[in-house]
């Protein structure tokens, strides 16, 4: 499904919604524990919108939203009073998806300029901030083992993020209403 969304402005990108699978999360841990809600799928193909969406949900504790793009790549999003801590799992989305631009422009990490036709032979690399839960109890070392298992998709990436965190029961409820 690689190209969903390109060509379309991270703005104005919300009739691509229905054509991006994946899933996208909103993540809190305050004294009760952990909780997962589904996002609005426009939070997968606009950047801007997941981190209103996580905004708006004003908890106490941690917030944070895991943005699981037609299975090729993740996103976390953190929101901070100084902006959103980002980490994306692979910077070569940015050929094939507006949100993956986005990402790396709030990072102020320059779009890598890379022929589509050769991005099959080009290895994937993370550009953020990986140690984005380590407060949390997932160490930068440990998301950067996890970030650089090519082999797996987004969404069990996602979900060794959620076991070693705890709350993998709590994502799996959530991936199930969602038919995922």
Do not use: C
Request: charged share 30%; aromatic share 6%.
């Amino acid at each position: 499904m690689a190209g969903a969304g390109f060509g379309k402005s991270g703005s104005n990108a919300q009739d691509v919604d229905d054509d991006i699978d994946g899933f996208a999360v909103a993540v809190v841990r305050d004294e009760s524990g952990w909780k997962v809600t589904a996002m609005k799928p426009s939070a997968l193909s606009d950047l801007e919108d997941a981190e209103t969406q996580l905004r708006e949900l004003r908890s106490a504790g941690a917030v944070f939203g895991l943005l699981d793009v037609d299975d090729e790549f993740f996103i976390i999003v953190r929101p901070s009073p100084t902006g959103a801590r980002l980490l994306i799992s692979d910077a070569t989305a940015s050929v094939d998806y507006d949100i993956a631009v986005d990402a790396l422009d709030a990072l102020n990490v320059e779009v890598p300029d890379i022929d589509p036709d050769e991005l099959d032979q080009i290895d994937p690399w993370e550009e953020g901030d990986l140690g984005l839960l380590a407060d949390l109890g997932l160490p930068d070392a440990v998301m950067s083992i996890i970030v650089g298992d090519t082999d797996l998709y987004a969404d069990e990436q996602l979900g060794m993020i959620a076991a070693r965190l705890g709350f993998a029961d709590e994502l799996g409820k959530v991936l199930d209403s969602l038919g995922h």
